[in-house]
C-alpha cells in the first residue's frame, strides 16, 4: 500500500472522529439557556383544527433520588436527566386513559406519584424506576368532584413533619385554587372537603390584569398550583393572568399551615419575564437540585401557530434573609452555568456571555415570500426565516461585523405549516454550524449532521471560543415539510467596552398606584435595558428587559396597590453590561 495514501486515509479518519465530537451536549458541557433544550412533542391537540407544532408546557421538574425527571403537558411520555442539561425522552409502559395535561408528580422517599389533570375520575400512578418508564397503579381513582371544580392543574404535596399529604389544584377565570387534606391509609382520597384558597384580585395587583402587558379588562385566569415549605412556612404558588400573553407569571400566598389562611406576598409576582427573546414565566414547579439550590420553572409563549404554543423555561430561586421568595428572571434567556455547588446568590450563574447577534445581517441561500433572514437576528420568536426549499445546503450566515469570541450558540426552529401530529423517529433535527473571521475561511464548530434526536431548541455551547466575525447555519435535515427558523442567537463577549451607566432614569406612579411611568436616557452603544424593581433598594429581584432600538420609555404595569417600590435600571452591549443607576424610589 502507498505510505503517502494510508497517512492521508489515516488522517481522514481523525478528522470524522473529531466531526462528530463537534456536537452540541458534550459530556463537559457547563451551560444551558432557556427555553430549555428538549424534544418538545408534536401532538395531536390541534389535529382536528389541522394545525400542527411542537410544544410544552406546564412544567414539573421532580428531584427523585437524586437524578431528575421533567413532566409537560401532552408529551405522550417523560425526560429523565442526571445534570439538568442532557435530558432522555422516557416512553411509559403503561399510560392513563389519556395523555396528560399539567401533571402532577412528587417524590417521596423512593417513591414517584403522578396525576393528571382531570374533570373526571382518575388514578394516581406510582413509579420506582420511572427512568425505565415503569408506572403502575397507586390508587384506581379519586372520587369525582362537582363539575367544573377539577381537579385541573394540580399539585399534591407532603408534609414530612406531620406526615400529612395535600392536593392543590384550579384553572379558571372564576373559581379559586382549591386544596384538600388526602389520607395515606385510604390511598390518598380526600381526607375531608376541598375549600377555596386564594384568587386574584387585579383591582389591586397590576401584574393580575389580563392580556399584553396587562391592557386587557378580560377577567384574568388562576392556575398552576404549586406549594413549598421553607422555613416553617408554606409558600402556595399560582399562576396569572392568561399562558397566551408576555406577562404570564408566578406569584405567592404564604401561611402559617398548609390549608392556611394565607396571606399575599408584597413582593409579588415573585416569577415574571415579560421582555426578551423568552416572554413569560408562569406556570411551573419550584424544586430543589442535588446541591440544595431552588429553581422555579415556566411556561413561555410562541404563538406562531396557536395561542397556547409554548415551550419550557427554568430559572434560579430561593429565599432570602427575610424568607421572602424571588426568581432571578434577569439576563434569563442568556447562557448560565450549571451549579457545581450551593450557590451565595443566583447572579452567580450567569456566565456574561452577551448577545452578539441582535439585528445583525444575515444572508439566507435562498428565501420564500416575504420570510426574510432578517427575521432571525430580531429576538422575537413570532417571526421567522423560511428557505425556498426543505433540502440539505440551504444556509444562513449572520455578520456581527466585528470580530468576537463566539462561545455559544442558539438555533430555534418554526414550525410553520407543519403536517406532523405525532413525533416519531422520523421526526429530528440535523445542521451544523460554521464561524470564520473574514467570510471566505471557515471552521466547523458545531456539527449535529448525525443526530437522531429531535432539538427544535437546540442550544450548542462550543467546546473552545472561536474568534469570529461570521457565523453560518448549514442546513442538513428537518422533518417538516418547511425548513423555518425564528432566531439564531450568538453568544459571546466582544473586545470593546460595556456601556457607561444610564442616566436620566426616572420613574414616576401613576394615578393609577398599579402603574409606573420609567424613562432614561439612551446610552451610545447600548444594545438594551433591564429595568430592575423590588419592594426594598436591595431586593430588586423584579427585571424587565428592553432593546435599546425602541423608546427610551416603559410603562410598567405589574405593581400592588400600597406598596412601596424602588427601582434601577442597567445597560448591556455585546461587551458586557454596565454599573446600575442610583436607585429610585417610588411611594
Not at 30 to 54: A, H, V, W
Not at 85 to 98: G, I, S
Not at 232 to 238: A, F, S
Amino acid at each position: 500500500m502507498d505510505l503517502s495514501f494510508s497517512r492521508q486515509f489515516f488522517m481522514l479518519l481523525i478528522l470524522i472522529f473529531h466531526a462528530g465530537k463537534t456536537n452540541a451536549q458534550y459530556p463537559g458541557q457547563k451551560t444551558y439557556c432557556n427555553p430549555m433544550d428538549i424534544g418538545y412533542r408534536y401532538n395531536f391537540e390541534q389535529l382536528n383544527e389541522k394545525i400542527s407544532y411542537r410544544s410544552g408546557a406546564d412544567p414539573v421538574i421532580v428531584n427523585h433520588k437524586g437524578e431528575y425527571y421533567l413532566f409537560v403537558t401532552i408529551s405522550g411520555g417523560w425526560w429523565h436527566s442526571k445534570d439538568l442539561v442532557n435530558w432522555d425522552y422516557v416512553v411509559p409502559d403503561k399510560w392513563p386513559m389519556e395523555d396528560m395535561c399539567a401533571p402532577a408528580a412528587l417524590s417521596v422517599r423512593d417513591t414517584l406519584y403522578l396525576f393528571q389533570s382531570t374533570f373526571e375520575q382518575r388514578p394516581i400512578f406510582y413509579s420506582t424506576e420511572p427512568a425505565k418508564g415503569k408506572l403502575l397503579f397507586y390508587n384506581r381513582w379519586l372520587p369525582r368532584l362537582p363539575p367544573l371544580v377539577g381537579p385541573w392543574d394540580p399539585d399534591i404535596f407532603y408534609d414530612p413533619g406531620p406526615d400529612k399529604w395535600y392536593m392543590y389544584w384550579g384553572s379558571s377565570n372564576t373559581f379559586p385554587i382549591y386544596g384538600a387534606e388526602l389520607d395515606k391509609s385510604r390511598k390518598l382520597t380526600y381526607a375531608g372537603p376541598y375549600q377555596g384558597l386564594i384568587s386574584l384580585h387585579p383591582k389591586d395587583h397590576g401584574w393580575e390584569r389580563f392580556g399584553p402587558n396587562h391592557t386587557d379588562t378580560i377577567t384574568p385566569f388562576i392556575e398552576g398550583a404549586w406549594m413549598t415549605k421553607y422555613n416553617g412556612k408554606y409558600y402556595l404558588q399560582y399562576a396569572g393572568p392568561g399562558t397566551e400573553y408576555n406577562v404570564y407569571a408566578n406569584g405567592t400566598y404564604v401561611g402559617e399551615h398548609p390549608l392556611g389562611p394565607f396571606r399575599y406576598a408584597p413582593y409579588n409576582p415573585i416569577s415574571y419575564k415579560p421582555g426578551g427573546f423568552v416572554n413569560g414565566a408562569g406556570h411551573g414547579n419550584t424544586f430543589q437540585d442535588n446541591f440544595g439550590n431552588y429553581w422555579n420553572t415556566g411556561t413561555p409563549w410562541i404563538a406562531v401557530n396557536w395561542n397556547f404554543e409554548r415551550r419550557i423555561a427554568m430559572f434560579p430561586a430561593g429565599f432570602d434573609q427575610d424568607d421572602q421568595m424571588y426568581v432571578n428572571t434577569r439576563f434569563g434567556d442568556f447562557p448560565h452555568y450549571l451549579p457545581k455547588g450551593k450557590w451565595k446568590k443566583s447572579d452567580e450563574l450567569f456566565t456574561g456571555w452577551m448577545l452578539l447577534s441582535y439585528r445583525k445581517p444575515c444572508v439566507a441561500s435562498s428565501v420564500l415570500d416575504s420570510f426574510a433572514a432578517s427575521m432571525v437576528t430580531d429576538e422575537n420568536p413570532r417571526t421567522f426565516w423560511v428557505a425556498g426549499k426543505n433540502q440539505p445546503g440551504e444556509s444562513l450566515t449572520i455578520d456581527l461585523q466585528k470580530e468576537a469570541d463566539v462561545k455559544a450558540i442558539q438555533v430555534n426552529y418554526t414550525d410553520y405549516k407543519s403536517d406532523i401530529f405525532e413525533s416519531d423517529s422520523t421526526v429530528y433535527t440535523q445542521f451544523r454550524l460554521y464561524a470564520s473571521r473574514d467570510g471566505n475561511n471557515w471552521e466547523l464548530v458545531a456539527d449535529l449532521s448525525r443526530e437522531k434526536k429531535d432539538r427544535p431548541n437546540a442550544y450548542i455551547e462550543l467546546q473552545k471560543p472561536a474568534r469570529a466575525r461570521y457565523i453560518k447555519y448549514e442546513h442538513v435535515y428537518v422533518r417538516s415539510p418547511n425548513l423555518a427558523i425564528s432566531d439564531i442567537r450568538v453568544f459571546g463577549n466582544g473586545y470593546g467596552k460595556a456601556p457607561a451607566s444610564p442616566k436620566g432614569f426616572s420613574a414616576q406612579r401613576q394615578a393609577d398606584e398599579r402603574n409606573a411611568n420609567i424613562s432614561w436616557h439612551p446610552m451610545p452603544g447600548a444594545v438594551g435595558y433591564n429595568i430592575l424593581w423590588g419592594i426594598d433598594k436591595d431586593k430588586l429581584y423584579q427585571a424587565y428587559q428592553v432593546f435599546a432600538d425602541k423608546d427610551s420609555k416603559l410603562e410598567l404595569r405589574a405593581l400592588n396597590k400600597g406598596q412601596d417600590y424602588y427601582l434601577a435600571i442597567e445597560a448591556f452591549n455585546e461587551n458586557g453590561v454596565s454599573s446600575t443607576s442610583p436607585i429610585v424610589h417610588i411611594p
